[in-house]
T-cell receptor, first 111, second 113 residues
Framework: QKEVEQDPGPLSVPEGAIVSLNCTYS??????FMWYRQYSRKGPELLMY????GNKEDGRFTAQVDKSSKYISLFIRDSQPSDSATYLC???????????FGAGTRLAVHP | DSGVTQTPKHLITATGQRVTLRCSPR?????VYWYQQSLDQGLQFLIQ???????AKGNILERFSAQQFPDLHSELNLSSLELGDSALYFC????????????FGPGTRLTVT
């Protein structure tokens, strides 16, 4: 079993929809939870990170962490065609511990 | 633009050869990380350096090595290349102690023929 599980999709939604992306994990030592966006053949771009449980909002993006269920989510409101990309979740126990990435979910937002 | 630079963008070489990938971290970042991304393996952590010293090792092959220089740029050396080494290689950097907040470079696409 992988430490981080993420449905690879693809996920196809119409423009303006609310998108929900999710990851589950097994390592209870994880304290930091990140979401990266990766356009085709580009480097991953850090969208936001959350420490421990709770919600964090940044514009149209909201990250949620539920440590009791070992489940994290990224919500995208009013999705745009420019949001079409692969979204990677990543987790870390903090400090010098390495990031563990999910496989990534490919999202397509069509006009 | 993350501020992390990588050269070259593309590299095509033959099996058995050796290549060097270069990375310059964001200004002020002391930690450098190397990752390999292939279609079937996803994003895999290779190795981390902090201020010139190796800090963590992931699934890095013995044929691969890296170092971080006093000016904080880093190089990843890949030798005795095999077809399966074809992948995107990313460098990321972070400020001291914030290994969870990593900023990635544009990557080097390596093709081994």
């Amino acid at each position: 079993q992988k430490e981080v599980e993420q449905d690879p999709g693809p996920l196809s939604v119409p423009e303006g929809a609310i998108v929900s992306l999710n990851c589950t994990y097994s390592n209870s030592a994880f304290q930091y939870f990140m979401w990266y966006r990766q356009y085709s053949r580009k480097g991953p771009e850090l969208l936001m990170y959350t420490y421990s449980s709770g919600n964090k909002e940044d514009g149209r993006f909201t990250a949620q962490v539920d440590k009791s269920s070992k489940y994290i989510s990224l919500f995208i409101r009013d999705s745009q065609p420019s949001d079409s990309a692969t979204y990677l979740c990543a987790m870390s126990a903090g400090g010098y511990n390495k990031l563990i990435f999910g496989a990534g979910t490919r999202l397509a937002v069509h006009p | 633009d993350s501020g992390v630079t990588q050269t070259p963008k593309h590299l095509i070489t033959a099996t058995g050869q050796r290549v060097t990938l270069r990375c310059s971290p964001r200004s002020g970042d002391l930690s450098v990380y190397w990752y390999q991304q292939s279609l079937d393996q996803g994003l895999q952590f290779l190795i981390q350096y902090y201020n010139g010293e190796e800090r963590a090792k992931g699934n890095i092959l013995e044929r691969f090595s890296a170092q971080q220089f006093p000016d904080l740029h880093s190089e990843l050396n890949l030798s005795s290349l095999e077809l399966g080494d074809s992948a995107l290689y990313f460098c990321a950097s972070s400020v001291q102690g914030h290994s969870y907040e990593q900023y990635f470079g544009p990557g080097t696409r390596l093709t081994v023929t």
